[in-house]
T-cell receptor
Framework: EAGVAQSPRYKIIEKRQSVAFWCNPI?????LYWYQQILGQGPKLLIQ????????DSQLPKDRFSAERLKGVDSTLKIQPAKLEDSAVYLC?????????????FGPGTRLTVT | AQSVSQHNHHVILSEAASLELGCNYS??????LFWYVQYPGQHLQLLLK??????LVKGIKGFEAEFIKSKFSFNLRKPSVQWSDTAEYFC????????????FGTGTRLTVIP
């Protein structure tokens, strides 16, 4: 079974530029998550999708971050404009179910450096 | 609000030593509990999970964890560590009601010296 795919793996941009990350979840997984992991911290949930609908985006800084999952499969996360404090690893995860103790499968992450 | 505390930021052990990593959480309701591990250069992956039943759960690679409800704790243990256990370990909780949102601790880096 193929895992969660993410691209790019690394990205360096200047502050005020925009950037987009892509995620392809495990086939058949209806639930998709984007996490932000700042150095020295645990992952923090940004947004959760069930199919193409948003379940929880309460932690997403909506003035600069946006995410979509138009066809209920792939997802993109965008930052516009980026700030220095956005430097982090952005993790995508997927799960077969919305609720319950179901395992979330994580991708390799995209390491973003904002200079 | 939910919070997860991992007391040890960096643990250094020699091979064959016993391991215990602490995890405490703060949440008013019933939770599912997880330990995830990230080996160097690899993805986060599930080590073990607890959602009900026997509070002592066993995971992959000889790891186990015990849920103590009265202490809001879910400590990770291994009787004898190996060099290959060198990794970062994250405790996470998700409320049993609502969506399967994970709240992570800050992680504990384990270094095992051969």
């Amino acid at each position: 079974e193929a895992g969660v795919a993410q691209s790019p793996r690394y990205k360096i941009i200047e502050k005020r530029q925009s950037v987009a990350f892509w995620c392809n979840p495990i086939s058949g997984h209806a639930t998709l998550y984007w996490y932000q992991q700042i150095l020295g911290q645990g992952p923090k949930l940004l947004i959760q999708f069930q199919n193409n609908g948003v379940v929880d985006d309460s932690q997403l800084p909506k003035d600069r971050f946006s995410a979509e999952r138009l066809k209920g499969v792939d997802s993109t996360l965008k930052i516009q404009p980026a700030k220095l404090e956005d430097s982090a690893v952005y993790l995508c995860a997927s799960s077969s179910r919305l609720a319950g103790p179901y395992e979330q499968y994580f991708g390799p992450g995209t390491r973003l450096t904002v200079t | 609000a939910q919070s997860v505390s991992q007391h040890n930021h960096h643990v250094i052990l020699s091979e064959a030593a016993s391991l215990e990593l602490g995890c405490n959480y703060s949440y008013g309701g019933t939770v599912n509990l997880f330990w995830y591990v990230q080996y160097p250069g690899q993805h986060l992956q599930l080590l073990l999970k607890y959602f009900s039943g026997d509070p002592l759960v066993k995971g992959i690679k000889g790891f186990e964890a015990e849920f103590i409800k009265s202490k809001f704790s879910f400590n990770l243990r291994k009787p004898s560590v190996q060099w290959s256990d060198t990794a970062e370990y994250f405790c996470a909780v998700s409320p049993q009601t609502g969506a399967n949102n994970l709240f992570f601790g800050t992680g504990t880096r384990l270094t095992v010296i051969p």
